[in-house]
C-alpha cells in the first residue's frame, strides 16, 4: 500500500499545481494579447510618417522587433526632441511599449501617462481613438492581473493542502490521467476529421462564402465545404461598406482578382471591390465608394497573436484571418474565385 510519507517524498509538487499554474500564466498571456490587440489596429489605420521622420521611425521599430527596448523608447524620446510634430505617434508607440508583455521592465503606469499626453496634448491626432482604446484595455489588464495574482496565492494553498492528503493526492492524479487519456482520444478524432476534409479536396476552391454576423469564412470546391476558418472584420461590421473610411466591410459578389505574398499582414488576396452595385450607391451618396478590400493574415511580426485576434474586430473593412490560414487559403484559392459576403 502507498504510504502518504512516500507520496510527499516522491512528489512534493503534484502535476495538479504545475497544471494550475500553467494556466494561470496562460490567462496573464490571454490578457497581454487583448491589450495588444489595438496594435493590429494602429497597423491598418495610419500612415507610416513623412519621409524626414521615416529612418528614424524605422530604425525605432527595428529596435523594438529585436528585443531592444530600452534603445528603442530612447530613439523614440530623440525623434519627439527632433520633430515635435510627430509627437502623437512617438507618444503612442512608446506607449505601446511599455505596455508590451515580451518586455521585463513593463510599466503599466508609463504607458498609461504616455496615452494621456497624447489625447492632452494632441487632441486632434488620429492616433486619439487606439489610445483611448489601449488605456480602456490597460485599465482592464491591471484589474486582470491582480485577480491571476490572487488566484495563484489560491493555488499555492490549495498545493499545500494536497500535500497533507496523501490520498486525495493520489485521486486527483487518477482524475487527471483520466482527464488527459480522454484529451488525447479527442485529439486524435478531431485530425481524423481534418484528414477526411482534406481528402475531399479534388481541386482548388471555386467560391468563399464569409457570413459577417458568423464571423466565418467558408472554401468550398463543387458544392462541397472544404473547410472553415474564424475571422475579423472591420471595426464597424455592420452593414454594407459605403464609403471610404467607413470600416465597414462589404457586402455582395466579388471574385478575388489579385494576390500579395509579401503583404505587410503576411499575404493578402485582393477582393474585387466596388462592384457595380457598390459604385452605383456611392455615387448616389456622393461619395468615394473606398477599396483596398483583402483576405489578410495578421500584422507581420504580430503572429503569435494567433486565433485571439479574433477577439476583436479591427481591420479597416477587411477580412483577417492567421497567418497559417492565410497561406492555406492562398493554396486553396486561385484568382477568379467567387467571393460572395453575405451580412
Not at 487519456?181 to 476534409?197: A, D, F, G, R, Y
Amino acid at each position: 500500500m502507498l504510504r502518504s510519507s512516500d507520496v510527499l517524498l516522491t512528489n512534493p509538487k503534484s502535476n495538479m499545481c504545475k497544471k494550475l499554474r500553467r494556466t494561470a500564466r496562460s490567462l496573464s498571456l490571454f490578457f497581454a494579447c487583448i491589450i495588444l490587440a489595438p496594435m493590429l489596429i494602429c497597423g491598418c489605420s495610419h500612415l507610416n510618417g513623412g519621409g524626414q521622420t521615416r529612418p528614424a521611425f524605422e530604425e525605432a521599430n527595428d529596435s523594438f522587433s529585436r528585443g531592444n527596448y530600452k534603445t528603442s523608447l530612447d530613439k523614440y524620446q530623440q525623434i519627439i526632441d527632433k520633430y515635435p510634430t510627430a509627437g502623437d505617434r512617438v507618444l503612442f508607440e512608446m506607449g505601446i511599449i511599455y505596455a508590451y508583455p515580451g518586455n521585463e521592465q513593463k510599466n503599466y503606469q508609463k504607458s498609461l501617462e504616455c496615452f494621456q499626453k497624447l489625447i492632452k496634448d494632441y487632441p486632434g491626432s488620429g492616433y486619439r481613438k487606439d489610445s483611448e482604446l489601449m488605456m480602456f484595455n490597460i485599465a482592464n489588464a491591471i484589474v486582470k492581473d491582480k485577480t491571476i495574482s490572487t488566484q495563484q496565492t489560491q493555488i499555492e494553498a490549495l498545493r499545500q493542502e494536497l500535500q497533507g492528503s496523501a490520498n486525495g493526492i493520489v485521486t486527483l492524479q487518477q482524475k487527471i490521467e483520466t482527464l488527459e487519456q480522454e484529451l488525447v482520444s479527442k485529439e486524435n478524432e478531431i485530425n481524423k476529421l481534418q484528414k477526411e476534409t482534406f481528402a475531399l479536396r479534388k481541386g482548388a476552391a471555386d467560391r468563399i462564402l464569409i457570413e459577417k454576423k458568423e464571423r466565418r469564412l467558408t472554401l468550398f470546391s463543387k458544392g462541397k465545404v472544404l473547410k472553415s476558418y474564424q475571422i475579423a472584420l472591420g471595426g464597424n461590421p455592420n452593414g454594407p461598406k459605403e464609403r471610404q473610411g467607413d470600416n465597414k466591410t462589404p457586402e455582395g459578389i466579388y471574385v478575388i482578382d489579385s494576390r500579395n505574398k509579401n503583404s505587410r499582414y503576411h499575404r493578402s488576396l485582393h477582393i474585387s471591390y466596388p462592384n457595380e452595385n457598390d459604385k452605383k450607391r456611392a455615387k448616389d451618396l456622393g461619395v468615394s465608394p473606398g477599396g483596398d478590400i483583402m483576405i489578410h493574415g495578421i500584422k507581420n511580426g504580430m503572429s503569435w497573436v494567433g486565433n485571439l485576434h479574433t477577439d476583436v474586430d479591427w481591420t479597416k473593412g477587411c477580412i483577417a484571418v492567421t497567418d497559417e490560414e492565410i497561406e492555406e487559403i492562398d493554396k486553396l484559392a486561385p484568382n477568379g474565385t467567387i467571393v460572395e459576403i453575405r451580412p
